[in-house]
Nanobody, 121 residues
């Protein structure tokens, strides 16, 4: 089985920075897209950033220019560098990866356990 383990969440003041990491391990044949989602209390889960296996990226309008997603394919790891953090960035952040584990089957969605990011004003 595959596990995605997140790290890097915590408390930070507005204007500060955090870097989230998510490493996949287990039976992995290949990883396609990877991404970060977040969910704040009382709000829908939203896509924050995504990156394809080839390195193409997409960002939510609310984080463009502040967040950067990257990946290290050799380490099966995706990162989210978050700069100029705002209180409205406060949420539980989840990493996601499309992973193939069995030959002949397509990619399945795998999720990390979530990590809390809290930005104080």
């Amino acid at each position: 089985q595959v596990q995605l383990v997140e790290s890097g969440g915590g408390l930070v003041q507005a204007g500060g920075s955090l870097r989230l990491s998510c490493a996949a391990s287990g039976r992995i044949l290949s990883i396609n897209a990877m991404g970060w989602y977040r969910q704040a209390p009382g709000k829908q889960r939203e896509l924050v950033a995504a990156i394809t296996s080839g390195g193409s990226t997409n960002y939510a309008d609310s984080v463009k220019g502040r967040f950067t997603i990257s990946r290290d394919n050799a380490k099966n790891t995706v990162y989210l560098q978050m700069n100029s953090l705002k209180p409205e960035d406060t949420a539980v952040y989840y990493c996601n990866a499309e992973i193939a584990t069995v030959r002949g089957l397509g990619y399945g969605d795998y999720w990390g356990q979530g990590t809390q990011v809290t930005v104080s004003s």
